[in-house]
């Protein structure tokens, strides 16, 4: 770096460029500089609101690069701790754009019992599970209120509900590493 001076992202609008290759997470930058800098540069990025280290390793940040998103994400320096993720080294410095890649684990199973107030299972109600690329499924429970998600992928989280016409339940989200069972709701009273 030569002459120091100030550099700051700007968000832009990503509908004006072509849709990212992995789920967009509507992250869109310029990094402008008045620094005075000699290419190549490492461009990083400290990410907050993702919380989860499986779902941290998914991000990727795309460079708009002769007319395409280019994957230049750096891999070994993401570091879920700081949550920060980088670039390889770049001779540019924008647009960029942060998705996340699907997890590429294999499928697992989610399983639990739904239950009514009196504590016994309730049927024909519908469990909800949505992943981090806002893929949206649901089960019905059966007689006893179990129900079971099958080929879910692992790596991943994802925020769970009931939708029942009696009673009422909270969300939940859940990060799978492997399969779960006894992922039971209750009513809130």
């Known amino acids: 770096m030569g002459a120091p001076g100030p550099t700051q992202?700007?968000?832009i609008d990503g509908s004006l460029y072509p849709t990212l290759p992995t789920t967009p997470l509507g992250l869109y930058y310029d990094i402008s500089s008045a620094a005075d800098y000699t290419s190549p540069v490492k461009v990083c990025f400290h990410l907050p609101l993702v919380t989860t280290s499986a779902a941290f390793s998914n991000l990727r940040i795309y460079h708009f690069e002769n007319g395409a998103w280019a994957d230049e994400t750096?891999?070994?320096a993401t570091d879920f701790s700081t949550?920060?993720?980088?670039?390889k080294n770049l001779v540019s410095l924008s647009p960029f754009g942060i998705g996340a890649a699907a997890p590429t684990?294999?499928?697992?199973t989610i399983s639990g019992r739904v239950l009514a107030p009196g504590g016994g299972?309730?049927?024909n109600a519908s469990v909800v599970i949505t992943g981090f690329d806002g893929t949206t499924r649901r089960v019905t429970t059966n007689t006893f209120g179990y129900y079971t998600f099958e080929d879910v992928h692992s790596g991943g989280s994802y925020v769970?509900?009931?939708?029942?016409?009696?009673f009422?339940?909270?969300t939940r989200?859940?990060?799978v590493t492997d399969s779960l069972a006894n992922v039971d709701f209750t009513p809130i009273e």
Not at 105 to 108: I, M, T
Not at 160 to 166: I, T
């Open 83 to 87: 949550r920060t993720v980088c670039t």
């Open 121 to 123: 299972g309730l049927r």
């Open 105 to 108: 684990a294999a499928g697992v």
């Open 160 to 166: 769970m509900g009931v939708e029942s016409r009696r």
């Open 9 to 11: 992202q700007v968000p």
């Open 74 to 76: 750096d891999t070994t």
């Open 168 to 170: 009422t339940y909270a």
């Open 173 to 175: 989200v859940v990060t």
